[in-house]
């Protein structure tokens, strides 16, 4: 609707809760990993990261410049924890239920993470006007694609067995 009837706010409240967004992404995936694993490197990594990224917005102000760069590198430790943790699972013979379903998340972050290399590359880097409805495409694609092959992981091999001892 904002796009139909050209608001105005519109174009600036989406940029602000773009940045706003970019800067929890890769601590949100961290924390996730602390979840799973348990480590205190993962809460170590959340602090490291909040402050790389006040030293980068410091650096290079509130804006594009800085978001690039916390996308960047954010978008870059993600796919190497997920890719961790996927051969973490490979390295076991057998295997829970749970470990079933975390190896799907893996896939589907690695899937869109690594498609967001692509991404990153021609909407931050090599920006240009004619391919950006492709780059949207692309972008929106792996995001339906991951979210698909997490939702199979929990749909094939999460149970909920609670339910079943209540009633």
Not at 104 to 115: D, H, N, R, S, T
Request: charge should be neutral; proline fraction near 2%; charged fraction near 15%.
């Amino acid at each position: 609707m904002p796009e139909i009837f050209h608001w105005e706010w519109y174009n600036a409240a989406t940029n602000l809760i773009t940045l706003f967004y970019n800067l929890i992404d890769g601590p949100l995936i961290f924390l996730v990993f602390y979840y799973i694993f348990k480590k205190r490197f993962f809460l170590y990594l959340i602090i490291a990261f909040f402050v790389f990224e006040v030293i980068i917005i410091y650096m290079k102000g509130f804006g594009n410049a800085s978001d690039n760069i916390i996308i960047g590198l954010g978008s870059l430790f993600c796919l190497i924890l997920n890719i961790w943790g996927i051969s973490k699972y490979f390295m076991k013979v057998e295997h829970s239920d749970s470990e079933h379903v975390l190896v799907y998340v893996y896939a589907g972050y690695i899937f869109y993470y690594g498609l967001f290399a692509v991404v990153y590359k021609f909407n931050y880097l090599i920006a240009s006007g004619p391919q950006r409805p492709y780059v949207i495409f692309v972008n929106y694609s792996a995001i339906c694609l991951a979210t698909s092959l997490i939702s199979f992981g929990f749909w094939k091999y999460a149970h909920t067995n609670y339910r079943e001892e209540r009633y």
